[in-house]
């Protein structure tokens, strides 16, 4: 079979960050992080910590900004007739999501593939897909089917791969505090699935090692 591969931080296209909130959101949220830093034993009046609640709340809707998109709206219309039935991979997405836990970042890199059914899709919309469901609190397990599932939704693929493997600062800062400990999960969707050549070339690619960048 022949393999579109492509590796995520290739696609020279920048999004946006809008990290502006509703005037009366802000206030709100700023109020819970001045509190949050008395509770703590901090000062939230001394001069490193004066402007800490604003940062926080312009952060806090950067990093869950997918709650307020969809697969559908960062597709648009950047999905194209073509008749190619191989497989088409984007490797190697860096993809930053925090612990619905702990509210503590995750993070690591996606590998997406699907086999188009009549339709391809722009390659930059598979990384803005990973930044949706990304973008929100979430568990790993649940970030990948995500995934799968809106590229799924969106053009209707003979079969869709996603691989992410992560590092997760709940388990590297605290409790078990084990640095080196990567987690990987996958979802099979199509042919994927039901098709142990197309599947084991798939998980082949994901995994294997990262080509030096020329």
Do not use: W
């Not at 400990?181 to 084991?200: A, N």
Request: a negative charge; hydrophobic letters at 40%.
């Amino acid at each position: 079979m022949a393999i579109g591969l492509y590796r995520a931080d290739s696609l020279g296209e920048s999004q946006d960050d809008d990290e502006s909130l509703e005037p009366d959101a802000s206030s709100e949220f700023e109020s819970l992080v001045h509190r949050e830093l008395q509770l703590i034993g901090e000062d939230p009046e001394r001069e490193g910590l004066i402007k800490t609640p604003a940062r926080v709340a312009r952060a806090m809707k950067f990093l869950t900004q997918g709650y307020a998109s969809s697969a559908q709206e960062v597709v648009g219309n950047g999905i194209f007739s073509e008749e190619h039935d191989n497989m088409i991979m984007v490797r190697d997405i860096e993809l930053y999501s925090m612990c619905e836990h702990h509210m503590l970042p995750f993070f690591g890199k996606a590998h997406v593939a699907y086999i188009p059914n009549g339709k391809i899709v722009g390659l930059s919309k598979i990384p803005r897909i990973v930044d949706v469901f990304a973008r929100r609190l979430q568990v790993q397990e649940r970030l990948t089917e995500e995934i799968a599932e809106g590229l799924c939704s969106v053009l209707q693929p003979s079969g869709v791969g996603v691989v992410i493997e992560a590092y997760h600062l709940c388990m590297m800062m605290r409790g078990v505090q084990k640095q080196n400990s990567k987690t990987i999960t996958s979802s099979l969707r199509g042919v994927f699935r039901t098709d142990p050549k197309t599947r084991d070339e798939f998980l082949r690619l994901a995994h294997a090692p990262t080509a030096n960048q020329y």
